[in-house]
């Protein structure tokens, strides 16, 4: 099985600013781990400040990859472009934030992505995204 992990804006910051909310690990070593555990599947990372390049990497997904793991950041709560895609395409999505999001500011509490998405894991820390990769292995 082939899975994408796609991170959206300011992601590329985890482990090195606000500890307090995001952990103290970088995602590359964390996803490091996720390819251990995770060895029968094939694993992939990209991760972009764009929202069109998120756009991009997700009609770019369909049809490469059995399902894609995305933590669409801050675009989670403005993007109708990233909500129409995953409506678009058929590569299931499964929606993943490191914090409880319903927990934060009123604005953090909407999602476009939801509606499209296969399921959503919210509030675990970084374990959110291993929850969201075991939820494709049946
Ligand atoms: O909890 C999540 O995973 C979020 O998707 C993270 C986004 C935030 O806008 C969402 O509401 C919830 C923010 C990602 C920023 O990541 C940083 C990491 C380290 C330092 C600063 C920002």
Same mark, same amino acid.
């Given at each position: 099985?082939?899975?994408?992990?796609?991170?959206?804006?300011?992601?590329?910051?985890?482990?090195?600013?606000? =500890?307090?909310?995001?952990? *103290?690990?970088?995602?590359?070593?964390?996803?490091? #781990?996720?390819? !251990?555990?995770?060895?029968?599947?094939?694993?992939?990372?990209?991760? *972009?400040?764009? #929202?069109? #390049?998120?756009?991009?990497?997700?009609?770019?997904?369909?049809?490469?990859?059995?399902?894609?793991?995305?933590?669409?950041?801050?675009?989670?709560?403005?993007?109708?472009?990233?909500?129409?895609?995953?409506?678009?395409?058929?590569? =299931?999505?499964?929606?993943?934030?490191?914090?409880?999001?319903?927990?934060? #500011?009123?604005?953090?509490?909407?999602?476009?992505?939801? =509606?499209?998405?296969?399921?959503?894991?919210?509030?675990?820390?970084?374990? *959110?995204?291993? !929850?969201?990769?075991? *939820?494709?292995?049946?």
């Amino acid at each position: 099985m082939k899975l994408l992990v796609l991170n959206g804006p300011n992601l590329n910051l985890l482990g090195t600013r606000e =500890p307090g909310i995001y952990g *103290s690990q970088t995602f590359e070593d964390y996803f490091k #781990e996720l390819k !251990l555990k995770f060895s029968d599947l094939t694993l992939s990372y990209q991760q *972009s400040n764009h #929202e069109g #390049e998120l756009v991009t990497a997700l009609q770019q997904a369909d049809g490469v990859y059995d399902g894609v793991v995305l933590n669409a950041a801050a675009y989670t709560h403005t993007s109708v472009a990233i909500g129409d895609v995953i409506k678009a395409v058929g590569v =299931p999505v499964v929606e993943v934030h490191i914090s409880n999001t319903f927990a934060r #500011e009123a604005f953090r509490h909407n999602s476009y992505i939801s =509606p499209n998405a296969k399921g959503v894991i919210l509030g675990f820390g970084l374990q *959110s995204y291993d !929850l969201a990769i075991q *939820s494709f292995v049946k």
